[in-house]
Structures are given as C-alpha cells and as structure tokens.
C-alpha cells in the first residue's frame, strides 16, 4: 500500500471504523533513518490502534527504526516479508525474504530487542518454485524462534520473475486452506489473513481459521465498506452512520490541514471511492478529479461534490451466492 495508506488515509478510514487496526504505507529502514521522519511517520493520536510497516532486512536497521516507531507511538512494529516489486527486491527486502528465513529471524530478534511494542512479520506463502508448506513453515518456525509477536500471511504465492506487482495481487491463486492449516498447527501464534478479502462480510466468515483478516485494496477503492467493521465484527455501533456522516465527522481534519497548507486532494484522493454504486457517485469523483485539485479548492469544493450524490438510494446486499 505504498503511497496509499498514508496518514490522511488513515485518519479518514479512523472516522468509518473506531476498531479496525490501521497499517502505515510500507517505508523503508533508509528513509527513516535518513528521511524527513516527522512527514514519513508522524501522525494523528486517532488513528490508533496504527502499525508502522517497515521494509528492510538488515537487523541493525531494522532494530533502529522499530525504536524509532515505537518513540513516534506505533502500537505494533511489523516487518513486511511480502511485497513482489522490483524496487523492493533490488534492495533485498519485501517477498524475495521468502528464501532467507533465518535472516528474517535475525531480523524479528533485533527488533524485539529493541522496542517493547508488538513485532509481527507480513509474508506471503512462498515465492517462486517454492513449496508453500516447506516455504511458510521454514519462516514461521524462524521468526517464531525469534519471539514474533503474530503474522499476517497474504495467501498466494508472489512471482518474482515473470509477474508485475500488480499482477502478484492477482494471478497467483488464493489459498486460504494453506493459512488455515499453519493457524491449525499453531494455536498459540496470532495468525491474521490478506489476500482477495472483497469486504467485512467474507472476513466474519473467515475468522472461523484465523485469529483476523487484513484488508487492503478492497478497503481503499470502496472505503464505505469499513463502515461494517464496527457492527460485524465488534458488535458496536460505526463511528458515522453512512458515507455522507463520515465526510462530516472528517471535515475538521481536513480543515486543520487546510490551515497548515496541505492541499484538499492530500485527504480528497483517499475518498474517491466514498459512494461507489450510488447515482451521483461518478460525478462526485468527477468534481473532485477537477475542481478539487484546484490550489484554492477547500471544504466547500468537497461539499459541492458531496452534493452530486444521491441521499436516497439503498444498498441491496447480494442474494447468497452472488459476488458482492
């Protein structure tokens, strides 16, 4: 989620959820110990429960960093050992930490060493050739000898030669029995899955395996889905009873970045998705890919966009057995 979830994404998913866990865009060791740490780390107090995910795979670096996320106030430092991009093997980072469980180890133990925080480690199944049993079951016994704290296992196999990253989200099959099987010899591990999760109503149903399920891209694109997060999982009321509510609830911040010279489309780009499937909904993108890139555009641009939306439609949930 690289250049998506950062914190003003995050503060907006933060008023369509009070108890979904928050995960930062993926940042490298290099940028936070050379970088510009309060732009690439600094955020809201609202946003927690948020993870800081770090990519890298020298332990020292990594060690570092995860202190410095735990002084920012992350509640839980984890390790991304998944992601296929070329960018992050050419750095020996992300997926291609697959065929090097040992270094991951190594990599889980310094962290642990350094921060009291929660350290978990992001994978995927395996990579390439490899054995998804032989592959998962080697990382896990390796970063669970290092005391990881939990895993968030994306449930496909990454192909680091031959497959864009964004065919990696796609092409490669899903297999949820593999996660289920490792929470099933396991038990004492927290085992969270990702992988093709469409929206809060497939993840209910997947939470019979696994201890929680991450959602990404499903979340950004169609971000009103989190509005089930609170009711169906937690059995508590959302934080905003529908889009229209949650542009409200999120006005004051975007006001106070509009004060401090952040431009409308750094929070309205996050919500293009807002009203997917509601007559308006093209319109209300429309208006804010225009008028709300504009360098004076403000809380009335987003207002005037609002206003293209229908307040009378009603979602209809699929029949059982349609996609939703």
Not at 123 to 145: F, H, K, N, S, W
Not at 201 to 229: F, S
Request: with cysteine.
């Amino acid at each position: 989620m690289m250049d998506w979830t950062d914190r003003n994404c995050r503060s907006f998913h933060r008023v369509l959820s009070a108890r979904a866990r928050l995960y930062s865009e993926m940042v490298t060791t290099g940028a936070v110990l050379h970088g510009d740490r309060e732009r690439l780390l600094g955020f809201s107090g609202a946003e927690h429960p948020v993870a800081l995910q770090l990519g890298g795979s020298d332990p020292a670096a990594l060690a570092a960093s995860a202190r410095i996320g735990a002084d920012f106030g992350y509640d839980e430092i984890n390790l991304n050992v998944g992601c296929p991009s070329d960018r992050v093997q050419e750095g020996r980072f992300g997926a291609c930490l697959m065929r090097e469980p040992a270094l991951v180890g190594d990599c889980v133990a310094a962290m642990k060493a350094a921060v009291s925080v929660p350290v978990t480690v992001k994978c995927r199944i395996g990579v390439d050739d490899q054995d998804p049993e032989a592959a998962l079951d080697a990382l896990v016994a390796a970063v669970t000898a290092a005391g990881v704290d939990g895993l968030v296992v994306h449930a496909r196999k990454a192909w680091l030669k031959g497959l864009s990253p964004k065919e990696n989200r796609d092409v490669p099959p899903l297999d949820y029995g593999r996660v289920a099987r490792l929470k099933a010899g396991r038990p004492d591990l927290p085992i969270a899955l990702n992988g093709g999760v469409a929206d809060v109503a497939q993840a209910l149903g997947l939470l019979d395996g696994v201890d929680g399920v991450m959602v990404g891209r499903a979340a950004y694109a169609d971000p009103a889905i989190l509005l089930d997060v609170d009711p169906l999982i937690f059995g508590q009321p959302a934080p905003a009873a529908d889009p229209f509510a949650a542009i409200d609830l999120f006005a004051p911040t975007i006001a106070e970045g509009l004060e401090a010279g952040l431009r409308l489309h750094a929070f309205t780009r996050h919500m293009l998705g807002l009203f997917n499937g509601r007559p308006g909904a093209r319109a209300f993108r429309r208006h804010l890919a225009t008028a709300g890139v504009a360098a004076d555009a403000g809380l009335a641009t987003l207002h005037e966009a609002v206003g293209k939306v229908s307040r009378e439609w009603q979602f209809a949930p699929p029949a059982a057995g349609e996609a939703a």
